[in-house]
């Protein structure tokens, strides 16, 4: 009876020390990941911040594939941050038709790094442009810088860039 009291007591022992170090292994694996997010927002700020003689703030083409999907994710969910900034992206041109047919919408496409994402940011190009006349084929790449802005359809809020420069 003892021997039996005496193996209980051991494996009670090792089932909580072996919980505790759990725990302390998803602690360790937390904080490494916050880490891990910071060293990446910090690493996006400064991208953001390098703004080529001053014009261009927020530069897409300089940042990995997932950082671009992320960083673009950002514009789409917390545009107030990002209102009046000078972004340059790259990606497949897409053009969206409207149900109406009344009006043409024109995004830069970007993917992930595995390529099975993709999130887009509608743009304007300035001037004198009819489509498809003026506009590469969809799905080729394209390039553009513009200020970024917000505005209404109905209820809903949309971003886009407003630019002049667009190159294929």
Known sequence: MKKILAILICLVIAVFSTSCSKVKRVEEIANKNNKTTKSVENNAQAVT??????????????MSSTMVYSEVYNMISTPDKYVGK????KGAFALYENQEKT??????????????????LE???????KY???????????????????YKEGDQTYCHLISDNVTF
């Open 49 to 62: 911040n390098d703004s080529n003689n001053g014009e261009i703030d927020v530069d897409l083409t300089k």
């Open 86 to 89: 000078i972004v340059k992206m």
């Open 103 to 120: 009006k043409n919408y024109f995004a830069v496409i970007i993917k992930d790094a595995t390529a099975c994402c993709s999130q887009g």
């Open 123 to 129: 743009f304007i190009w300035q001037g004198e442009h």
């Open 132 to 150: 498809p006349d003026d506009y590469p084929e969809v799905n080729s790449d394209i390039t553009v810088v513009g200020r970024f802005e917000t």
